[in-house]
């Protein structure tokens, strides 16, 4: 296959030489039993980056959010949501069906919500309504562009939640992207969250893998849902390794991505009829809009992926770049080359 530059999604991030060395030498055991050295360790120290009693490996970030809402929540249940976050739009309508939930969506701005929005939709005590039960909230925030959930909305929302005895979930599975571009430590963001997700297959380039962390409680719920979901994996300490690996390695790079991403949106504004700002990039995902350029987004991806680059088009005029360890400065400037193929400069 061609060497495409590849900006679909920081999904696509391949094992590393010296990751792919951790992975043959990581010792292994059978990790439904509890035996595998490595998982528990890339587990502890997992829970112990997130501030936590307890995580857990599972297969993706799918599972690890729908785990969470299974185990924080009842049938008839409700979850309150940001109207473009992944588990509503992107899980296959897994809510609904493995847990029985219903989202109420909220619509924030870039992906971000208010506590007194949050408030105004916690449904009151009467047997007419669902039960509010869970907050879900994501950081950074996928559809939202990228963004930042800050530590101060982070903090109302939860100590809200807790007036009410709500519970809160976070989608962190780019937590790492919010932490590098802030300064700010993932655990300081997940006091604010009774479970958190994480990926260590977005952009950290292992192969496979999230985490769940929590209580101790909690975490013992999402385990046995996690067997019930047929997620119990054996001698998993081969794609642990790849875990450990990548938060050993591969977390302060992510600055790079973020470099790269905001080079990539200064370079876009400076086509005609290019919908971007680049102050609202701020880690690693660049949402721009093509409507005045009088094409489609499918349209400017076939362009693009005949110049070698492939992008990510979304609705009719929505284009979605991602920045991760595979794609270094160099593909930057050559992706901003091709797209002169297709727009003109103002
Ligand atoms: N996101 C993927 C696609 O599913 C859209 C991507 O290319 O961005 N939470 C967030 C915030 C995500 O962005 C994703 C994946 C997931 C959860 C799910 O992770 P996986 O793909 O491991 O199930």
Not at 95 to 122: H, K, M, P, Y
Not at 175 to 181: G, T, V
Request: glycine share 10%.
């Amino acid at each position: 296959m061609k060497d495409y530059i590849d900006l679909r999604s920081d999904t696509v991030t391949k094992p590393t030489p010296a990751m792919r060395k951790a992975m043959a030498e990581a010792e292994v055991g059978d990790d439904v039993f509890g035996e595998d050295p490595t998982v528990n360790a890339l587990q502890e120290k997992g829970a112990d980056l997130l501030g936590k009693e307890a995580a857990l490996f599972v297969p993706s970030g799918t599972m690890a959010n729908q785990l969470s809402i299974k185990s924080h929540t009842q049938p008839g249940d409700e979850v309150i949501i940001e109207a473009s976050s992944h588990p509503y739009n992107f899980e296959g309508g897994a809510g609904a069906a493995l847990s029985g939930i219903q989202f109420q969506c909220l619509r924030g701005v870039r992906g971000i919500l208010d506590a007194s929005q949050i408030e105004e939709a916690i449904r009151p005590s009467d047997h007419h309504f669902p039960v509010t039960r869970l907050i879900g909230l994501e950081n950074t925030h996928n559809r939202g562009g990228g963004t930042i959930y800050p530590l101060e909305k982070m903090t109302e929302i939860y100590r809200l939640a807790k007036s009410k005895g709500i519970l809160v979930h976070l989608d962190g599975a780019r937590l790492w992207n919010a932490s590098m571009a802030t300064g700010i430590k993932p655990r300081e963001y997940s006091q604010w969250a009774d479970s958190v997700s994480v990926c260590l297959s977005k952009g950290l380039g292992a192969p496979i893998g999230s985490l769940v962390a929590g209580s101790k409680i909690f975490i013992d719920r999402v385990h046995r849902f996690r067997k019930m979901f047929g997620g119990g994996m054996r001698q998993a300490g081969i794609i642990a390794a790849a875990g450990i690996y990548a938060l050993e390695h591969h977390l302060d790079r992510l600055k790079e991505d973020h470099q790269n991403a905001k080079r990539l949106a200064v370079g876009l504004k400076e086509f005609k009829g290019v919908s971007i700002d680049p102050k609202y990039v701020e880690t690693n995902i660049i949402i721009f809009d093509v409507t005045d350029t009088g094409m489609t987004g499918a349209q400017v991806a076939e362009v693009m992926r005949r110049e070698g680059v492939l992008i990510h088009a979304f609705g009719k005029t929505q284009i979605r770049l991602v920045t991760h360890l595979d794609v270094t400065n160099e593909d930057i400037e050559v992706a901003l080359k091709a797209f002169e193929k297709v727009f003109y400069k103002k």
